[in-house]
C-alpha cells in the first residue's frame, strides 16, 4: 500500500508544475528573460541525542528558484521558490519525503503607473508584517511623497493547522517620504487561525537623514490584543572619519511580542504569559583601515525583567582582504552574565580562499565556558570546505565537512555536497 504523499510534498510538485507551466506559455509575459537558480545538497552525519545515540542522516535537498520576465520591460513577469527533501536512507527524520512551496506568484509592475501588484504565494516584509500570504499585495507611489500598500489572504504557515477554514490576514502599510531626508510609515497587521483573532498588531517605522552624514532609524510594534508594546528598536549610525558608530536599543516584552494562542506561526508562544521582558542596548563600531583591513567592536548588555539576570557580551572583528575575493578573519568575545550559561570566552577564526576555478572555506569556533554545562566546559565547531567553479561559474560544486561537540550534542559531524547552478 502506498502513503498518501504530504501537504507538503505536494505543495514542492505545484512548484514544479508553475516552473513548467511558464515555460511552455510564454503569452503571460512581454519578455522572453528566464532565470533558474538551483541548488542539489546532498548531506550525511550523526548525532548523539541524550536518548539515542547514533543517530544517522543521509537526506538529499533540491532547491529551486525561477523568474520569468523582464521587470525594466515587460508589466507582467513569474516568481517561484521551493525545496524538496528525500531521505536516502537514515533513522533521523520522521517523514521519507517533505516539501515547501515557499513563494510563487504572478506580479504585475509598470513603472510608468506606480503600481505594484502580486498574485499567489508571496513574502510581505514592511512595517509589522512579516508573513507568507496566500493572497494579493499591491503598492502604489501616490502625489505628495505618499506610498500605499496592502494584501489580504490566507497566512501560508497555517495551512496545515486544524485545516484553512477561518484563516485569514490582511494589513497594510502608509508611509511618507522625502527623498536625502526621511521616511515615516504606519502600519496595521490582523492574522486569524480557526476565525481566532490570534494576532493583532500595529506599527511605526522612520529613517531620517541628518547633517554630516548620520541617520537614525528605528520602529515600535503594538499589540492591539493585548494592550502593549511587544517590541522597539533604534539605532543611530554616526560616521567619524575612518570609523562609523553605530549605538542601539532593542526592548521585547514577552506578553505582547509571542502569541499564546495555537499558531504555528510563533513557535515560541510558551514564553508569552511570563511576564518576562528583555532590553538590549549597547554598540557598535567599524574601522575602516583602508581598503584591505576592517575592525569592528560590539558591545551588548541584556537585561531581563524577570529570571535569567543581566549580561553583557564584548566582542572584538579583524577581518583582512588578501584579494577581491579572499579574506580571513578573527573574533574574540567574552560574555559575563548571571547564568553559567551566559559566562564564557569565545575565539572563531574563518577564511575564504579564491584561486580560480577552485576556493576553500574554513570556520572554526572555540567557547570556553567557565564552569561546566553537563559536564562540559568547553563547545567546538569547525568547518571546512572545498570547491570549484564550472562552466563560466554558472555551476559550483562545493564539499565541505562540519564538526561540533558542545553540551547540548555530543560528536556531530556533517559532510556536504552542494551544487549551485545558474541559468540566466
Known amino acids: 500500500m502506498i502513503a498518501a504523499p504530504s501537504r507538503n510534498f505536494r505543495a514542492a510538485c505545484l512548484l514544479l508544475c508553475c516552473c513548467f507551466l511558464v515555460l511552455i506559455l510564454p503569452s503571460l509575459v512581454f519578455g522572453t528573460q528566464l532565470r533558474l537558480t538551483s541548488d542539489t545538497i546532498l548531506q550525511s552525519f550523526e548525532r548523539d541525542l541524550p536518548d539515542a545515540r547514533g543517530q544517522k542522516a543521509l537526506p538529499a535537498y533540491q532547491y529551486l528558484q525561477i523568474d520569468y520576465g523582464d521587470r525594466e520591460e515587460a508589466a507582467l513577469s513569474f516568481h517561484g521558490y521551493g525545496w524538496m527533501r528525500i531521505n536516502l536512507g537514515d533513522d533521523y527524520f520522521d517523514d521519507t519525503t517533505t516539501g515547501q512551496l515557499l513563494y510563487a506568484y504572478l506580479e504585475y509592475d509598470f513603472p510608468t503607473l506606480d503600481f505594484v501588484g502580486r498574485l499567489g504565494r508571496f513574502y510581505v516584509f514592511e512595517g509589522v508584517a512579516n508573513v507568507a500570504v496566500d493572497g494579493i499585495y499591491g ?10 500598500s496592502a494584501y489580504a489572504g490566507q497566512p ?6 486544524n485545516g484553512r477554514s477561518g484563516d485569514y490576514v490582511f494589513g497594510g502599510r ?3 517620504h522625502r527623498i536625502g531626508r526621511y521616511e515615516v510609515g504606519l502600519s496595521y497587521k490582523a492574522l486569524a487561525n480557526d476565525g481566532g483573532n490570534d494576532e493583532h498588531f500595529a506599527g511605526f517605522d522612520s529613517f531620517f537623514f541628518l547633517p554630516g552624514r548620520i541617520s537614525l532609524q528605528g520602529s515600535s510594534v503594538y499589540n492591539l490584543k493585548t494592550d502593549g508594546w511587544a517590541e522597539h528598536f533604534y539605532e543611530l549610525r ?3 572619519g575612518p570609523v562609523e558608530f553605530r549605538p542601539f536599543y532593542q526592548r521585547y516584552r514577552f506578553d505582547d511580542f509571542f502569541i499564546e494562542s495555537d499558531s504555528s506561526a510563533f513557535p515560541f508562544r510558551f514564553l508569552a504569559g511570563t511576564g518576562n521582558t528583555l532590553e538590549v542596548m549597547g554598540a557598535e563600531a567599524f574601522l575602516y583601515v583602508d581598503e584591505r583591513f576592517e575592525l569592528a567592536g560590539v558591545y551588548k548588555h541584556y537585561e531581563y525583567g524577570k529570571r535569567f539576570g543581566s549580561a553583557d557580551y564584548y566582542s572584538l572583528i579583524s577581518t583582512w582582504k588578501i584579494k577581491i575575493l579572499s579574506q580571513v578573519g578573527i573574533e574574540l568575545g567574552r560574555m559575563d552574565g548571571d547564568q553559567a550559561r551566559d559566562r564564557f570566552t569565545l575565539a572563531r577564526g574563518f577564511f575564504y580562499w579564491d584561486m580560480r576555478p577552485w576556493f576553500v572555506t574554513g570556520d572554526a569556533i572555540l567557547v570556553d565556558y567557565d564552569r561546566p554545562i553537563f559536564g562540559k566546559d568547553q563547545a567546538w565547531f569547525a568547518s571546512l570546505g572545498l570547491g570549484r567553479g564550472l562552466m563560466g561559474d554558472r555551476l559550483k560544486v562545493k564539499f565541505s565537512f562540519d564538526y561540533s561537540d558542545d553540551p547540548y550534542l555530543d560528536n556531530n559531524f556533517r559532510t556536504t555536497l552542494a551544487a549551485h547552478y545558474l541559468y540566466d
Not at 139 to 146: A, N, T, V
Open 139 to 148: 503598492r502604489s507611489q501616490l502625489p505628495h511623497g505618499l506610498t500605499l
Open 156 to 161: 501560508a504557515a497555517l495551512s496545515s493547522t
Open 174 to 176: 502608509i508611509s511618507h
Open 238 to 240: 554616526l560616521p567619524l
